[in-house]
């Protein structure tokens, strides 16, 4: 059983389109995150939710709007998309204070 | 706010020698430190974690880290490095609650 799922995995699209990356989890954790690593790897966080409510927003265009409909998903929308988006993003939950568990990421490629 | 400095880019080592990944940080309260490892196009894996307690933290695949306060460092080590052991690794700190923040990562590679 897969902890953190991710989908999909690989996303190619072309500058302009609106397009959405699903989050779940199954541990029962009652935080999510959003990461996003650029192309030379450095992991920055973009979102962070507990429980259903926004916690920390970083500097992220309005482009980005997350969304978590229960706990246990955090879906992210990405709208107008630049080729700037192009990286991979993470999706990731944790309890408390405890290691963070991570999907697999989705690359997305902007053209 | 938190920080954590990877100080090598890269770090190469010959299989069967120890190896070391360094890591320091910068907290305002009582750190929480990991380590996780990223194998190519794949997510990151959690291999250990301090929180609180014995100094010397013991994690997956053989790999351990030494809190150290006075330094502010959490260095990654193994006694014997496997060739499969090649793959980019990141520190991380959190204060509290808060978001892991990462370090830029260590590419380590062991050659046979």
């Known amino acids: 059983d897969t902890a953190v799922s991710q989908t999909p995995k690989y996303l190619v699209t072309q500058m302009g389109n609106d397009k959405s990356i699903k989050c779940e989890q199954n541990?029962?954790?009652?935080?999510m995150y959003w990461y996003k690593q650029d192309s030379k790897k450095f992991l920055k966080i973009m979102f962070s939710y507990n429980n259903k409510e926004l916690i920390i927003n970083e500097t992220v265009p309005n482009r980005f709007s997350p969304k978590s409909p229960d706990k246990a998903h955090l879906n992210l929308h990405i709208n107008s998309l630049e080729l700037g988006d192009s990286a991979v993003y993470f999706c990731?939950?944790?309890?408390?204070?405890?290691?963070?568990?991570f999907g697999q990421g989705t690359r997305l490629t902007v053209v | 706010a938190q920080s954590v400095a990877q100080p090598e880019d890269q770090v190469n080592v010959a299989e069967g020698n120890p190896l070391t990944v360094k890591c320091t940080y910068s907290v305002s309260g009582n750190p929480y430190l990991f380590w996780y490892v990223q194998y190519p196009n794949r997510g990151l894996q959690f291999l250990l974690k301090y929180i609180t307690g014995d100094n010397l933290v013991k994690g997956s695949y053989g790999f351990e880290a030494e809190f150290n306060k006075s330094q502010t460092s959490f260095h990654l080590k193994k006694p014997s490095a496997l060739v499969s052991d090649s793959a980019l690794y990141f520190c991380a700190v959190r204060d509290g609650n808060t978001p892991l923040v990462f370090g830029k990562g260590t590419r380590l590679s062991v050659i046979a």
């Open positions: 990731a939950s944790n309890q408390g204070s405890m290691e963070a568990f």
């Open positions: 541990l029962g954790h009652d935080t």
